[in-house]
Nanobody
């Protein structure tokens, strides 16, 4: 039984910041690779960032490198996405995921970057 719940989305002006949170229930959080994905209307879902269970290695999409930071807190069963210097093209629904044998997804949280 694995459940993911995202929060922290909202409306922000270009250049602003948001911090997304994802709480993951389930006994295998600490050994799961966790990621953030996003999907804008008319576009395919794309990987934003990953953080692995082994070594907590991170991987970022080229479009967000240097601006976004993914992290996790195993004591809280949580994964975070700090988003800085936001651009209008970052507007999308952001989804948290946990990858084990199967892929688990949250319901998503809307991020809108607009002036």
């Amino acid at each position: 039984q694995v459940q993911l719940v995202e929060s922290g989305g909202g409306l922000v002006q270009p250049g602003g910041s948001l911090r997304l949170s994802c709480v993951v229930s389930g006994t295998f959080f600490s050994v799961s690779t966790t990621g953030w994905y996003r999907q804008a209307p008319g576009k395919e879902r794309e990987l934003v960032a990953l953080i692995t269970s082994i070594g907590h290695n991170t991987n970022y999409a080229d479009s967000v490198k240097g601006r976004f930071t993914i992290s996790r807190d195993n004591t809280k069963n949580a994964v975070y996405l700090q988003m800085n210097s936001l651009k209008p093209e970052d507007t999308a629904v952001y989804y948290c995921s946990a990858h084990l044998i199967y892929d688990y997804w949250g319901q998503g949280t809307q991020v809108t970057v607009s002036s």
